[in-house]
């Protein structure tokens, strides 16, 4: 399965529709935003994407809250089953914890890629381009005896995200 990752969207609406584009046109399944989510127009473009989808709240998304029943938001740290899996989603990088086999988060804008104990820590970076000059998502695929991740990043003048680097990782599955 194919999961389309973003996070830290803040006001950036069409750089969040882009992304999200960019996601679903490379085959994402499933999209995960990651929180900082900010405008109520970044969870209507994930309504309307044609995927399933879960989205975290961020430290910037408590006027969010209205809208906790139209749309699939969630508390951190909140843990789900996808393909056999077991992940756990938050924006703030509070619960590190090796209890689940992926860890998505948000919150720092930096992407970050780490395979420790049998769990995949990832961090797509941000959306909005606030810390650097580039907009980056990820996308994750969850094969059944590894993870690879496709790290994508878009500079203003380019039309569309570049695959920036892919990292592959062997699963540790417990039977």
Do not use: W
């Not at 399965?1 to 085959?27: E, P, R, Y």
């Not at 910037?60 to 951190?76: K, M, P, S, T």
């Amino acid at each position: 399965m194919k999961i389309g990752i973003l996070s830290d969207t803040h006001k950036k609406v069409k750089k969040a529709k882009a992304a999200l584009d960019f996601l679903v046109q490379n085959g994402a399944e499933f999209i995960i935003h990651a929180g900082d989510i900010v405008e109520k127009e970044v969870l209507d473009l994930l309504e309307a994407c044609g995927k399933k989808y879960i989205a975290v709240y961020g430290n910037n998304d408590a006027h969010l809250v209205q809208y906790h029943n139209r749309y699939h938001l969630v508390q951190e740290p909140y843990y789900f089953k996808l393909t056999n899996t077991k992940f756990k989603l938050m924006h703030l990088p509070f619960y590190m914890s090796r209890d689940a086999e992926v860890v998505i988060f948000g919150h720092t804008h930096q992407f970050e890629v780490e395979f420790a104990g049998g769990t995949l820590f990832l961090n797509p970076g941000e959306v909005c381009a606030r810390n650097k000059p580039l907009s980056e998502c990820a996308m994750l695929e969850v094969l059944e005896k590894k993870f690879i991740v496709k790290y994508y990043t878009k500079k203003k003048e380019q039309e569309q995200y570049m695959l920036t680097k892919t990292f592959s990782y062997e699963r540790q599955k417990s039977e």
